[in-house]
Structure formats: C-alpha cells, structure tokens
C-alpha cells in the first residue's frame, strides 16, 4: 500500500567458523563454507543497501554478534530466541505497519530486480513466498497489517515441506509466487557459484 516503508531483512548468523553453513561444510569443509558465507553476506548487503527503493537491514544471530566486525556495515537488528519461525515473526513484527520482506544471507543470484518484484507482489496480493527449488524459500514478505497468528507453527524447517507448510498458514488466494532462486546448501551449488564469481 503506498505511504507504508518497505523493510528489507536479511536473517544472517555471524559468519564465525564452525557456527555457519555446517550443512555445506560437511561437503566442501568449515574453511571454504565459512568464506563462503562472509563473502554472499557481504556482497548481498553491499547490493541492497544501494537501493533507495527499501531499507536493508541484517537480522543477526546470535543477538551478541549485532556489533561483530565479521558482519557487513549497515542497519542491524538482533534475531532474538527460538526457532527460525519465531525469529522470523519477530521481525515481521518488528515493523507492524510496513511491508517487510524478509531472505536468506546464502542466495548469491538473488538481484535488487528480484526483491523489487517480490515487494510489488506483496504489495498487490497481501504476500509473497519466493520457492528456492528444494522445498524451501528464499523469501517471504507480508503487507503492513497482515500479521497472521501463528504464521510459522508447524513449519518442518530445513525439510522439503517448509514452502507448502508456511502457504498452508497464510490467507488462501493472498499469496503470490517470487522468482524461483537457489540457495547454497550443497557441493554442486557451491561448485556453480565458484564458477559464477570466477
């Protein structure tokens, strides 16, 4: 809806080796999976704090980390307690009133064009889930006002089911699709965005 800000949250852990990407370490080691993570985060902040179009900040775990030097510049937030789905809907509610779309920190393809739509779709239909290809999602953002209880009970996080979990809690026919954009979780995924960046 017009007049309401849009926020950008980026849910990111401290890049500190062995505390990221443990899923990727197991296939490319804690080293690589950690430089990995540092340098998607930085170059994801970097790309979207030079949007006017929204404000970016990074949504930071654990909370004592919110003034790591390991961490980008730019706005942040702590993550706060509980599970993925808790931490999430404390940032929905961390702006009640505005369109907050919240990503992961590991899409390294995920573009300022791909956000900008992602918004739009929100704007126009109330909400917006961007799949990543594995079951999962990339992105999902909520209009000011739509808050529903609840959102994130039940997900079954980090399982093929977390995408049509989450749609099963949101208002039928309010729900737009983003982009499909891929994650890097595993050792082909990895060995793409080594090639990508050359």
Do not use: N
Not at 74 to 94: I, S, V, Y
């Amino acid at each position: 809806m017009p007049g309401r800000a849009r926020r950008l949250v980026i849910m990111a852990k401290e890049p500190r080796m062995g505390r990221v990407k443990s899923r990727l370490g197991r296939f490319v080691g804690a080293v690589a999976a950690t430089r990995f993570q540092r340098v998607a985060l930085e170059r994801l902040v970097r790309r979207m704090s030079a949007d006017a179009r929204w404000q970016t900040i990074v949504a930071v775990a654990p909370d004592t980390a919110v003034t790591s030097m390991l961490l980008p510049d730019g706005d942040r937030m702590p993550q706060g307690d509980g599970t993925l789905g808790d931490r999430m809907a404390r940032a929905f509610g961390a702006f009640p009133y505005d369109t907050v779309l919240i990503v992961g920190a590991d899409i390294p393809g995920m573009m300022p064009r791909h956000v900008a739509r992602a918004f739009s779709l929100a704007e126009r239909h109330g909400a917006v889930l961007g799949p990543s290809g594995d079951g999962g999602y990339w992105c999902i953002g909520l209009v000011g006002g739509l808050r529903p209880p609840e959102l994130f009970k039940g997900v079954r996080w980090s399982t093929e089911h977390a995408l049509e979990d989450t749609l099963a809690r949101l208002p039928s026919g309010r729900v737009a699709r983003a982009d499909e954009l891929t994650d890097v979780d595993d050792e082909d995924a990895y060995a793409d965005w080594r090639r990508a960046k050359g």
